[in-house]
């Protein structure tokens, strides 16, 4: 309903960071053509603007743990399984879930697959970012970078947004 409403009336739609690739380009963006389609609205009168969750790293295996504290945190809400139900990953969720009622956060991040992270994520050293980024080229129109907070210091959470702004706050 809210892709809906957003193609039928708004300039743009924010993604949530936990909705995959895919999942913006078979479901958010059909969503959005077809609201604006059905309203009489020229095509990508709203944007895709996605949160994409970002983390960099000199140590890709950082990167990644990061994020996947961050997914496996997202995933602990069962509204956002349809969304792993595209890619045939509902166990996920319900693992997520579990770690998370035990208060194990480790356990948390174990249960998120590197495959999904991909989807996901901008998760990688800042040499393969730009090419990370480019994965999301004719699905968002502009890409928001979401740092992971969960289970990151603040030293780490500061550094990663040091990165991305060195990395993608100037157009290229």
Known sequence: GMIATAGAVADGLVGHPIATRRWHSEVTLPGLRKAEESTGRATGSCILAPYI??????????????????????????LYHTILDLHDQRAVGAACREAFRKMDFVA???????????????????DEAHDRLAQWDGIADEALFYPPSVGVGQRRLEANLQTILELFGNPR
């Open 53 to 78: 969750l970002t983390s960099i790293h000199e140590s890709r295996e950082e990167a990644v743990r990061d994020a996947k504290s961050q997914i496996g945190f997202y995933l602990t809400t069962e």
């Open 108 to 126: 948390l991040a174990d249960a998120v697959p590197d495959d999904l992270v991909d989807e996901i994520a901008i998760a990688c050293t800042p």
